[in-house]
């Protein structure tokens, strides 16, 4: 038998192990070091139980106690990336960044779409901001959220281009409100400050067939300058 404290302090250290940095020192090192730290603190169980065992488990336990960030976007990969796309095709971008926001969740696939998460944890406080900066990059931007906060979001954005989904009790996407065409809100210098240096050397390059003879630090200005004149929403 196992049995989890039940606190809310309990169960956000707990939601710590299902994280990208987490998943990454297991996978690559074979690091449970955090992971063991974590349950050894609010786990208890009476008869030896595998990882694998425990950790489904424990997965469980917050999907109906705690939904947090990382619940959601496994929902959003089981639904976008497995459900409805190719694998080979899409690309998802976790934590991006975008003018003075980082987007949760960002799916390219001829275009781009963006999926903001605010789950029951979370305030809107920032929300209005972060749309203001994704509208200038993504196609079609969707929040992801409790229905906590659904009424107050199609109150604010229902006659706009955004669109919300509901992350459900059962643990399912319901989509409320379809993102609509976004594109003429696209800004170049957000969307060429997303790219590599190399990257946005290559587009230069490829359209205008050279790049700029000025110094190093002055790359960056010159080639800002030559990509607006490619049209914005081939550019993007």
Known sequence: MIEIKNDIESLRSLSQIFT????????????????????NKHVSFQTPTNKKNLIEFLYQELQTNYKSEYLYKNALINKLLLGKYSLNTTTIINEFKIGGSIADFVLLNGEARIFEIKTELDSLDKLSKQVSDYCQFANKIYVVTNSKFIDKLISEYGDSNIGIIEYTQQNTLKE?????????YFDHLTIFKTLRKQEYLDIVNQYFGYLPNVPNTQIFKECVSLVRHIEVKEFQ
Do not use: L, M
């Open 20 to 39: 990208p940095s987490n998943f990454k020192k297991i996978v690559r090192r074979k690091d449970y070091s955090y992971t063991n730290n974590r349950i």
């Open 176 to 184: 409320v409100v379809e993102a609509k065409d976004n594109s003429t």
